[in-house]
């Protein structure tokens, strides 16, 4: 139902391929979770349906999404693991703003059949999970070509599980300074200055870096590409159900400005800034910067002067764009007792690279296996 009545008769004839694929492999389906309307935005909320409660406050804050109900269902510990999908960051701000563990792979890695798109040049299925290792596991369940996804055409299969205890001795991790820690809070900030101190003692190699195609990423992602897949996918119900969408979404409205030769050409210039990167990058193998620049915010404080200094999109999304495999892991608290998200992440199709830095960490330290103190 994407989190909307308008299709409450929207019943699927089949099992999308990654459900399909899970099932194959023993998965026990228990429901379907809430999602924010049309994955239209990463707060996690939905006036239609009713937010999923952050479980870590007793006052309610948001989720995250638009995963929302998939993080919350993990973080309660009524599942092991959810499923989602990230076009901005729909897995990984969900899992750091609930504690949990999210993975968004490369885009290619993963069959999207049957999954409703947002914008398909971005779109990914990923898990969400207590520990990276649950995440690889449902990862490697999932892989395949896809009839119903040509990005999976000729991709081949990797064997993430075997490598995630191989350590991360002279990996080099690189630091991202100034767009991703610009307005953070300072409690983001010294969780993600403590993780960069346990990645060096496990043995990798720490530098910093300013990258100036990562402010770029940001600029273009919603200059194009997004907006104009998103228009297109949903402009039935923009044009037909407008009063019956949800506000925040409606910033889809901007991709009917643009023109065939302005996408033409905002696909180009994707491609010639991954390429850029990449060569920025140079021998390091990953990057490390928060999750989110904040953690959760109370529900009632999301709109108007009291709303978040930064978009919570604002540090995920550039990983869509630039088609990073990239992993969310707990990497600490505030001191209001909510989760503070680190995100590793590496080039596109070295999945295996992000899953092991993620999983050396996370077995050298206890936040993920903290529980929010629920009855």
Same mark, same amino acid.
């Given at each position: 139902?994407?989190?909307?009545?308008?299709?409450?008769?929207?019943?699927?004839?089949? /099992?999308?391929?990654?459900?399909? +694929? !899970?099932?194959? @492999?023993?998965?026990?389906?228990? $429901?379907?979770?809430? &999602?924010?309307?049309?994955?239209?935005?990463?707060?996690?909320?939905?006036?239609e349906f009713g937010t999923p409660l952050n479980p870590w406050h007793t006052i309610p804050h948001i989720p995250g999404g638009s995963s929302s109900g998939s993080a919350v269902a993990v973080a309660?510990?009524?599942?092991?693991?959810?499923?989602?999908? /990230?076009?901005?960051?729909?897995? +990984? !701000?969900?899992? @750091?703003?609930?504690?949990?563990? $999210?993975?968004?792979? &490369?885009?290619?890695?993963?069959?999207?059949?049957?999954?409703?798109?947002?914008?398909?040049?971005?779109?990914?299925?990923?898990?969400?999970?207590?520990?990276?290792?649950?995440?690889?596991?449902?990862?490697?369940?999932?892989?395949?070509?896809?009839?119903?996804?040509?990005?999976?055409?000729?991709?081949?299969?990797?064997?993430?599980?075997?490598? !995630?205890?191989?350590?991360?001795?002279?990996?080099?991790?690189?630091?991202?300074?100034?767009?991703?820690?610009d307005n953070a809070q300072p409690e983001v900030i010294s969780a993600i200055e403590a993780v960069t101190d346990t990645l060096s003692k496990l043995g990798a190699k720490i530098s910093r870096r300013d990258f100036s195609e990562i402010n770029e990423a940001?600029?273009?992602?919603?200059?194009?590409?997004?907006?104009?897949?998103?228009?297109?996918?949903?402009?039935?119900?923009?044009?037909?159900?407008?009063?019956?969408?949800?506000?925040?979404?409606?910033?889809?409205?901007?991709?009917?400005?643009?023109?065939?030769?302005?996408?033409?050409?905002?696909?180009?210039?994707?491609?010639?800034?991954?390429?850029?990167?990449?060569?920025?990058?140079?021998?390091?193998?990953?990057?490390?910067?928060?999750?989110?620049?904040?953690?959760?915010?109370?529900?009632?404080?999301?709109?108007?002067?009291?709303?978040?200094?930064?978009?919570?999109?604002?540090?995920?999304?550039?990983?869509?764009?630039?088609?990073?495999?990239?992993?969310?892991?707990?990497?600490?608290?505030?001191?209001?007792?909510?989760?503070?998200?680190?995100?590793?992440?590496?080039?596109?199709?070295?999945?295996?690279?992000?899953?092991?830095?993620?999983?050396?960490?996370?077995?050298?330290?206890?936040?993920?296996?903290?529980?929010?103190?629920?009855?």
């Open positions: 139902m994407a989190g909307t009545r308008l299709l409450s008769d929207n019943i699927a004839k089949n /099992d999308c391929t990654a459900v399909r +694929r !899970l099932t194959n @492999a023993g998965m026990v389906l228990i $429901g379907k979770t809430h &999602t924010v309307m049309f994955a239209f935005h990463i707060n996690g909320t939905n006036p309660a510990g009524i599942v092991p693991v959810a499923l989602g999908s /990230d076009t901005g960051g729909s897995i +990984r !701000l969900p899992a @750091a703003l609930t504690g949990t563990t $999210g993975f968004k792979p &490369t885009t290619g890695r993963l069959g999207r059949g049957g999954v409703r798109p947002l914008c398909w040049s971005l779109d990914a299925v990923g898990p969400i999970a207590r520990t990276v290792a649950d995440a690889a596991l449902v990862f490697e369940a999932m892989q395949g070509n896809d009839p119903y996804d040509e990005t999976t055409w000729g991709t081949s299969l990797i064997d993430p599980c075997s490598e !995630l205890d191989h350590g991360i001795e002279g990996l080099h991790v690189v630091v991202c300074e100034g767009f991703f820690v940001s600029r273009l992602s919603y200059a194009g590409t997004i907006d104009t897949e998103a228009y297109a996918v949903n402009r039935h119900f923009l044009d037909h159900h407008r009063d019956a969408l949800d506000p925040d979404g409606l910033w889809i409205d901007t991709g009917n400005k643009f023109s065939g030769t302005d996408y033409y050409l905002a696909l180009r210039e994707r491609f010639d800034l991954q390429r850029r990167f990449s060569e920025t990058l140079g021998g390091a193998h990953a990057v490390l910067a928060p999750t989110s620049a904040q953690p959760a915010w109370p529900v009632d404080k999301m709109k108007g002067e009291s709303a978040p200094p930064v978009s919570y999109a604002r540090n995920t999304s550039v990983g869509n764009y630039l088609n990073w495999a990239s992993v969310s892991v707990p990497g600490g608290f505030s001191a209001d007792g909510l989760p503070i998200g680190a995100m590793i992440s590496a080039r596109p199709f070295d999945d295996t690279v992000a899953l092991r830095i993620a999983h050396s960490y996370q077995m050298a330290t206890d936040w993920h296996t903290r529980r929010p103190n629920i009855v």
